[in-house]
């Protein structure tokens, strides 16, 4: 139960930016900037550094629907997802994006303890300097994300078959506030 009084039943964030659409609308554009905006990095690449940090913030929704948006992308490619998360310095991965996933971890841990030995070590595998200022600013979104949506205890479905919808959605219509009745 949602510590304060949302639309029952609509999960995550969307319960949430619903309860205040005015702030919430930034948020969903900030994502969609983050997430589907212009960028070298691939848009199923930005949704699993999404998932990662929601995963290091245990942020079971958050991480759930970005990963289900990275799998829909990646379309489920050699389960590039779940290997990820269960150890993404073996994942089927580029050495990039494995430097730019340890720079998002060091992110949601401690973000002063990303060092000039990261960020050179992901240069160095080819990041640029956008791409590693993208990775630490969704990884400090997700941080934010994660936070909102745990810290008012909203609805976190249980069904992995409501966050593959999720995900699909989220891909195939971008980031859109939801269009709901605002106050409950």
Do not use: W
Not at 67 to 79: Q, S, V
Not at 113 to 121: I, P, Y
Not at 161 to 171: F, L, Q, S
């Amino acid at each position: 139960m949602a510590h304060i009084n949302v639309l029952q039943g609509v999960p995550g964030i969307r319960s949430l930016v619903l309860f205040r659409p005015e702030t919430g609308h930034y948020l969903y554009e900030l994502a969609g900037a983050l997430l589907r905006g212009p960028s070298t990095l691939s848009e199923a690449e930005r949704e699993l550094i999404a998932t990662f940090v929601s995963s290091q913030n245990e942020c079971v929704f958050c991480m759930s629907s970005h990963a289900a948006a990275a799998r829909y992308l990646f379309k489920d490619e050699k389960g590039v997802v779940d290997f990820v998360l269960e150890d993404y310095q073996s994942a089927p991965i580029s050495d990039k994006l494995k430097s730019l996933l340890t720079i998002a971890g060091k992110v949601a841990q401690d973000a002063r303890s990303v060092s000039d030995e990261d960020v050179a070590l992901a240069r160095q595998y080819g990041a640029t300097d956008q791409e590693i200022h993208d990775t630490v600013l969704i990884a400090a979104t997700f941080c934010m994300f994660n936070r909102y949506v745990d810290g008012l205890a909203s609805f976190t479905p249980t069904e992995p078959e409501a966050y593959e919808e999720m995900g699909k959605r989220m891909v195939e219509k971008g980031y859109v506030l939801p269009s709901a009745p605002v106050k409950v």
